[in-house]
């Protein structure tokens, strides 16, 4: 087998060239790790899972006229994505307060709010993602006025479709975090959704129990997160209902 060239490697995945100008092979990973609590660990079959679920959302995005960076699958742990400039934000939409934004503005976790709340964060995992205005993006030049409107706009139609499927399968979307990157056909310019789309990057909720189905989990008892992805990729159809959950994780000291 050739070797290929690692483009970027991060906390959940590695970025490799494209078979074809113009195209990555992005790999999943089974690290895990959360920036607050310094906690990580190896939690097998998780990349798989994250594989997975980030096509069906991708897939399901790019049907209904979302762009997105996605084109195809290609193993178990592997899809062929478009290659896109990221723009260095990463954008969360708020449905429901919880985790640092209920700490910030003191509101009791799982209060909806009044409607959904866009937030932009300056990603640089060194800093800490520090939440940032539309003020920093303009000064320092992260995205046009246009590109800002686009965002909003992706933003809020990936809220639409995310909350819809979810609320299906009695989970409630509390937020979540996507990226966008810009991609050129000739002269023109347009932005798509990239990076992924799973548990790792939403605040999911059983709507009946309350029940955490998220990288949440992660932070009181590693273990449980298995049982979480496993039961949001359950629910989705991307597993058989009769699948075991994956094993549990071995720490990184």
């Not at 960076?69 to 193993?75: A, M, S, V, W």
């Not at 592997?78 to 990463?90: G, H, S």
């Not at 708020?94 to 937030?119: C, D, H, T, W």
């Not at 399968?169 to 937020?175: A, C, E, P, Q, S």
Request: charged share 25%; hydrophobic share 40%.
């Amino acid at each position: 087998m050739a070797r290929r060239t690692k483009i970027y490697e991060g906390n959940a995945k590695i970025l490799y060239e494209g078979p074809e100008p113009g195209t990555i092979v992005q790999y999943f990973k089974d690290d895990t790790a959360s920036i607050g609590s310094g906690k990580q660990a190896v939690i097998e079959g998780k990349g798989v899972l994250n594989n997975r679920l980030s096509e069906f959302f991708m897939t399901g995005l790019n049907s209904i006229g979302v762009p997105t960076h996605f084109i195809k699958r290609l193993n178990m742990r592997e899809q062929l994505i478009r290659q896109a400039e990221i723009v260095p934000l990463e954008i969360v939409v708020r449905n429901y307060a919880a985790g640092s934004f209920s700490k910030r503005l003191g509101i009791e976790e799982s209060m909806q709010l009044p409607r959904p709340i866009v937030e932009y964060h300056y990603k640089n995992n060194e800093l800490g993602n520090p939440l940032v205005t539309e003020e920093h993006i303009a000064a320092f030049g992260w995205a046009g006025q246009q590109d800002m409107e686009d965002i909003l706009s992706l933003s809020l139609r990936v809220n639409d479709f995310m909350s819809g499927v979810m609320m299906a399968v009695g989970i409630r979307l509390l937020d979540f975090k996507i990226e966008v990157g810009r991609v050129y056909d000739g002269d023109f310019q347009r932005l798509i959704i990239a990076d992924e789309i799973s548990p790792d990057s939403c605040r999911l909720w059983d709507m009946e129990t309350g029940q955490k189905l998220d990288k949440d989990v992660f932070r009181r008892d590693p273990g449980a997160l298995a049982d979480a992805y496993t039961e949001v990729a359950r629910r989705l159809g991307v597993m058989p209902k009769t699948s075991t959950p994956m094993m549990k994780p071995t720490l990184i000291n």
